[in-house]
């Protein structure tokens, strides 16, 4: 059984640009979580969707936004590149919000390098 | 605001010791805990999940133990190998999955 995949693998941008950053999710699962990890820091929730809409959002500025599509893979997208958005972005899945308590599978994350 | 803490930061030890990392948490209300290995630059793969009802799991060479009450819970790591060596997270899931700074452990040969 497939895992998390996220594409690509790493990424490099110029400050200013926009960066498209993608995920699909184990088969089966309805959520979808992103994770920022910026270096020497820890794992900072992004945003959170299950059954296409957004759950919950952590305190990132709206330049940091996403969508999840009906087949429940997501894509989260930065505009106005900072250099301090260059982190390791990661993404995890598991059965939906109305399951709780459910474990966290995560991918292997993007790195995003912002020049 | 849920806030989890880990401690220690960092740890070195040899081959074969018996270990306790330990991580705590302000808010008590969880749906469960979960510990997670992550080697550096890489993802992160989980090693046990505790339910909010239970008191431990074991996986291998690996216990955890959950106090709720306490907020508090640690994995314990038997007969370290070099191969253990890695970042370990602990994670609370409430309204959303926080998790601690980690324990970057280094086992020496």
């Known amino acids: 059984e497939a895992g998390v995949t996220q594409s690509p693998t790493h990424l490099i941008k110029t400050r200013g640009q926009q960066a498209t950053l993608r995920c699909s999710p184990i088969s089966g699962h309805t959520s979808v979580y992103w994770y920022q990890q910026a270096l020497g820091l820890g794992l900072q929730f992004l945003l959170w969707?299950?059954?296409?809409?957004?759950?919950n959002r952590g305190n990132f500025p709206p330049r940091f936004s996403g969508r999840q599509f009906p087949n429940y893979s997501s894509e989260l997208n930065v505009n106005a590149l900072e250099l301090e958005d260059s982190a390791l972005y990661l993404c995890?899945?598991?059965f939906g919000a109305g399951r709780t308590g459910e474990k966290l599978f995560f991918g292997s994350g993007t790195q995003l390098s912002v020049l | 605001k849920q806030e989890v803490t880990q401690i220690p930061a960092a740890l070195s030890v040899p081959e074969g010791e018996n270990l306790v990392l330990n991580c705590s948490f302000t808010?008590?209300?969880?749906?469960?805990l979960q510990w997670f290995r992550q080697d550096p630059g890489k993802g992160l793969t989980s090693l046990l999940l505790?339910?909010?009802?239970?008191r431990e799991q074991t996986s291998g060479r690996l216990n955890a133990s959950l106090d709720k009450s306490s907020g508090r819970s640690t994995l314990y790591i038997a007969a370290s190998q070099p191969g253990d060596s890695a970042t370990y997270l602990c994670a609370v899931s409430g309204n959303m999955l926080t998790f601690g700074g980690g324990t970057r452990l280094m086992v020496k040969p």
């Open positions: 808010d008590s209300a969880i749906y469960n």
């Open positions: 505790i339910q909010s009802s239970q």
């Open positions: 995890a899945s598991s």
């Open positions: 969707y299950d059954e296409g809409e957004e759950r």
